[in-house]
């Protein structure tokens, strides 16, 4: 589905066009069209492969969907695949924007995201002086946006965290602890896996060797470096805390268990004793002077309680019980 | 087996050649030949050392085979080792492949692997203008289509690994979940034994000082390079998931043993107080008015059964049953 | 809230101007203006933003804070952030500090901390020379003085892990010690938080291309990135001392269970064989002799005691008692 | 002990000499001796001090042994210090090469191993054309054959592990497999602690600023690193495995502890509940009309066996028999 | 504390000087003066640094002590803060040497370490081609000196480490191998604060931009930082086998208590089954034909008897007892 096409110069909007008209505008100078699809049709991309000269590899990329964050050089254009993420409830959803840029055209393909582009479209015509720096200002925007997006993201798997911490010290049932840290873990994975590998593609968009349509452009993709520099910092930072809980909660199930043993061997006490003391009253000898006493009976009963609330206190000291 | 032997010029096929022939094309201009054996008989590799002038050492190499991936340069050609990966069934083929590339040849030496790369040869073939760049080509070729496999077989430990973690929460037996999870730990060695040495062999073809076959193709290897960067990060971050997968397993059977042991001691308890209870009125005090009731034995019994419903209830509620 | 204005020229102290006076002296050569806020409302960072053409991104942040810290460059000028750290008590009190520096004004905006900067401000004062080197030795300044209060949280924590670790190993209770350990990690990662990026911000501003405001201060720059250097290693030193110490604890929960379990064991052996010993002796034979004898009763009993006394210095021999 | 001295000129042997005719040829144009020591007296090694002008920290790390490998330039001269590694029955055994290489000399030290250099001495003078680069390709040479055997270790290694692997499923008893796994594990020390500091050593001998003695076989020394990653690659995926298969094996006993509990409560419960029943018919209540039935006797262990026999299958289906 | 004082002039000792007349020899050329003080003064560090012009944060830096090793420049002037290691019976005893290093002079401050350097001294006076490159070497003697004292304490870990290993697998109590390795680890971290910072100090005096006292020692320095990166990977090397060593004896402690768990379990069931036969026979059922039988209680006694040797027989085949 086409969402807008519109064609630029100089840093300004010209016109919304239709998509027949692109090649009209292709040759003008200091022009550029910026498309953004969204779940396009196996068609609709083809037709603008032939407009634009797309690779091959790419288009198929595009066509299948799927595809790691990445950003491929195919002779002077740039193909870059990014995974959007969007804090959806209590979980994480991954969509994928592929960018295809050249000298002249900007083509975004957008799946699986609720996530829409329109406000990287109106913040980039507020400000045609940077505009004008051309279609890889364009991608810097695009990058940009995607990874802000990150921010909240990691935000709310720290508050996660925090939650989960709070619970295993105050009782949560360990179980569920365990379930919560390794959903956390599984979400941080989700998230490295979209700002690993696009850390590692932003470094190539900057200092050293560039591409050209980047060139002018090259410290804004260091700012999206840098973002997703700390963004990754804090995955790996979230990762090993996520560890450590883990390990936590395992230290005191260990000792919840250890509790419990000596709780339940109490109990066990307060039982046995009695037992053992009924059993030796229970022996047939013939000559069993107490079996005789008037208070035979209420005496070993008594000393029975006596027994089990001297061990209860007993316990309850040593806190077993 | 020798699979099939062809020279290429210009990018262009020239003609199938049996061997004997080959020695008639290796001074012709922008000319060169492409074998590809299969498990060779060791006559077959010898007679092709004293053709290509391959390296005594890089030829004994193929000759053994289980090699680590690596590249090596002897003087102005390269022998490269890479690991094939298949996923068959709940495993995976490790296959092997040795390719010495010179200025004038390619020579592929497959082994233990069902994949062949006739598709590599067809796809090159269509694409003369890349081929025309030589064997230095086709070793990228080769090397990508290796590489293209290595994909599938993580995506394939990814759903592997999601199988497990369900089976984890909802109550797999331990001891399969911990084998299914070593497994997957093995497989991702193998993985890693694969993609690590080749990627930083793979790093050594482009930027910087560069084998001169390769010189032209650097891009391309760079590409492979980049490829492999992603794969290496998955199996790492799929290690870290297993490691956790086996310390939140290790929690999870803890717990089962804390809750068994808790379901123990309650039917315990259910059984030691009617034994005590029983112990009590089996005493053989002379006077012990209750035995004299006429309800006293129902009574007994009552006392003894309702202790047991109130604590059955009591663990119920405490979960410990 | 405005804490103070000053302007300097040439590295003196030109005077205390109110606000309004600013544009005044922006254009006096070799002149700079040095403001700082507290917690400051809305309409005086955007006041100061006209004044000194603040990019609006930075402003932004500062209004909002909770950013992460990082400097970024905006044309000419730098914007940085930084977490102040205090101990307060048994936690940390994390604060912000924003500072915005141009050819001509200093501005940090100072939030959530008690830690003022007036003895940054004195310590310039007292040395004209450095401060004579303009707004980047500023900002040298105070990046120093709040990573010099990281090096007291380090001892802190230190000291607090030398506790725990003495207490792992003379009885603390288990949970105690797991409760502190935790606490101190998360201390750590708010530590961990406020130095790893501005270790990679420091990294900035020294060697390589820096920015045209700092390149007369480098070498002052590089001392701080030293500090964070050393800082980060300690932090991860005391990260991986808690890891261990955490498991080491565990450790010595599995002990402690492994020590009850054999205690109650004992317990439950001088309690079964004497009930035992009563059940033989409770059995209805017809021909029991020893239900005869004078003695027999007192004999059984002395025979009970004998095994329990004998038992339990066996088992304290072993050490199960 | 001097296991052979020879001169070589333009790669070839000139002749074996005594030791007290190596002045003769030092300063011969294009020459160089070799000498091999094993297990030197203090004497032997002074007077090649003073024939060679070798550096007196450098003998003096000869004499005492037991170095850690190392690379040191003294001068011109290089002083290499390797360890060898050789699988000896269920081992390793680790000695010492210490190599002292001049412009015109070559003294290698051997001790504490079985291992000797003389294949590389013919392997040498097999292909004079390298040879003639001097000394420096003779201390490539044997690196390469100290480095070589280190593959045969990691081989041993990975195949003992892969045992333990199999016996830790496979039921061998828990016991066995730790002290197997922290036996590869101190293996796995070894062989880092031979091949981790001469990777680094090799780092040094080719690319960048190299030793004037080895700037003709940089390439070869480029090798020799490449094994060394690799080695130490596969060193660190092994330990990685090791760390797994401990904490695998640590669940499986926590796993089978859980299974030895389960099995002794349903024993346990084949016990109590005949216990209990027997109790409750030992009491002594006036009126308990079964005690009175012919047939109560039978009919109560009938129901005990009936009990046991119910519990017994009941256990069986829940698998904890 | 005043050590000694000499002055040196082209690598020769000129003479010991009163602390009066340092200025004397300040301004001649080729010439510093070495300083060596143990605990000093406030006064003696103040005097001296109005005579060498020592920079007040270094100062201030020498006066507290308890520094991080370090190396900072102040202007054309060196301070370096190091910690010395002695072995001291069963611990490490860490002091500290802070070093300020100037064109003219050197001075050494020693505190809380038994460790001097007159062998430094006289070792640089004894090689006075090498003394003569002026106050650099010294800072290099001083700093090898120190670092030689790491290894011993390395080598004295690794024993320690090696009798625990063999004490886990040999029956010493659990509990004192896990605080014997917990005091290994708090000595590798005592070592990495004093390695880890240096190792990276030593990485500014060589190659790159090199502070022009120390130029003409670089290759000096060389040899520390490699001694040093050696340092740091025993030091590692030893962490991860320490990590790996309480996880095993995790593993022990878990195993044990399995085997406790059984051989409780045996013994309990030795008694139980008697109880429940003797149980059998104390019921009161009017009709037990056993009870009447003349040998009716020896052979109960011996049914008791069998069942449990039987019993016994079968817990030791299988390992319980």
């Known amino acids: 589905m086409l969402v807008n096409c519109v064609v630029y110069q100089n840093g300004k909007k010209l016109a919304d066009i239709p998509k027949e008209d692109i090649h009209l505008y292709l040759n003008e100078p200091d022009c550029f069209v910026w498309l953004a699809l969204r779940d396009p049709l196996p068609h609709e991309l083809n ?4 407009e634009f000269g797309l690779h091959e ?7 299948h969907g799927h595809q790691r964050p990445k950003l491929e050089e195919y ?4 193909f870059a695949v990014m995974h959007t993420i969007e804090v959806v409830g209590n979980g994480l959803r991954v969509g994928e924007v592929d960018v295809f840029v050249g000298k002249n055209y900007v083509l975004s393909v957008r799946s699986g995201s609720e996530q829409g582009f329109a406000n990287v479209r109106s913040r980039c015509e507020r400000e045609p002086h940077l505009l004008r720096q051309g279609a ?3 991608l810097y925007a695009l990058m940009d946006a995607v990874v802000d997006h990150y921010f909240p993201a990691i935000d709310a798997l720290e508050d996660e965290l925090e939650v989960v911490e709070k619970g295993i010290f105050s009782g949560t049932p360990a179980r569920e602890n365990i379930e919560a840290l390794y959903a956390i873990k599984q979400k941080l994975m989700v998230l490295k ?7 590692e593609a932003a470094g190539k968009l900057y200092g050293g060797r560039v591409p050209e349509i980047c060139a002018g452009t090259q410290e804004y ?3 999206v470096y840098d973002h997703l520099f700390r963004i990754n910092q804090s995955i790996d930072s979230l990762r090993d805390m996520v560890t450590t809980a883990i390990s936590v909660n395992l230290s005191l199930i260990s000792l919840q268990e250890n509790e419990t043993t000596k709780r339940l061997a109490a109990y066990a006490a307060l ?12 022996m047939n000898f013939k000559l069993m002077p107490e079996l005789q006493w008037a208070f035979g009976y209420p005496l070993a009963v008594v000393v029975m309680v006596a027994i089990d609330v001297y061990l209860f206190f007993r316990f309850r000291r040593a806190e077993w019980l």
Chains 1, 2, 3, 4, 5 share one sequence.
Do not use: C, K, N, W
Request: no cysteine.
């Open 47 to 50: 037709d603008l492969q032939r």
């Open 57 to 63: 590899l790419a288009v198929e990329d595009a066509h």
């Open 75 to 78: 002779g002077d254009s740039l």
């Open 136 to 138: 890889g200002f364009v």
């Open 193 to 199: 896996h979209a700002a690993g590998p696009l850390h």
């Open 221 to 223: 993709f260091r700012d």
């Open 271 to 282: 039982v046995a004793v009695p037992t053992m003391i009924a059993g030796i009253y229970g």
